[in-house]
């Protein structure tokens, strides 16, 4: 009888630990349909010109300089999960889907920034020249502060 009782115990909590651990999984992110993209572009001066690259799928960073920073070339690095959701809640401290798509302001030779975020599929690019939400701001210094972050490692050009 204790057997039985044990059994059945024992059935009636499985499925409670098999919630859990689906629960705890999706609160450490699954990124694989992620993928972030920021850019700046050339400006009338020595402005800094890269594009990084953030894969939800491989958990990798890359980077490739093209002008005017450190990193000249590609540079790539791992992703934590930790980083990754720090990502995440940045946009959505911004509202990112609820801004507008461009901030160009009025000043044609500042750089453009632009900050592009593919979810399952779907696509947002916001492009900020200047003139653009406080909250936006610091959604892109998060960004640049990513990719002047030490860990890149350069990787040797194909032909």
């Known amino acids: 009888m204790k057997l039985f009782l044990s059994s059945i115990l024992l059935l009636l909590?499985?499925?409670c630990n098999n919630e859990q651990k689906l629960n705890s999984s999706t609160t450490t992110g699954n990124y694989g349909t992620t993928n972030i993209v920021y850019a700046e572009t050339p400006c009338y001066g020595n402005?800094?010109?890269?594009v990084m690259t953030l894969d939800g799928k491989t958990m990798t960073a890359t980077f490739k300089g093209e002008a005017n920073t450190e990193k000249i070339g590609t540079y790539t690095k791992s992703i934590t999960n930790e980083e990754f959701s720090q990502f995440m809640n940045a946009f959505e401290k911004a509202n990112f889907n609820s801004l507008e798509n461009e901030y160009m302001g009025t000043v044609p030779d500042f750089p453009i920034r632009e900050t592009t975020l593919t979810r399952d599929g779907?696509?947002?690019?916001?492009?900020n020249r200047s003139d653009g939400p406080k909250e936006l701001d610091v959604l892109e210094k998060?960004?640049?502060?990513?990719a002047v972050s030490?860990?890149?490692k350069k990787q040797e050009a194909t032909r």
């Open 150 to 152: 030490g860990g890149w």
């Open 47 to 50: 402005c800094p010109i890269y």
């Open 13 to 15: 909590l499985a499925p």
């Open 142 to 146: 998060v960004f640049k502060d990513y």
């Open 122 to 127: 779907k696509s947002k690019k916001i492009r």
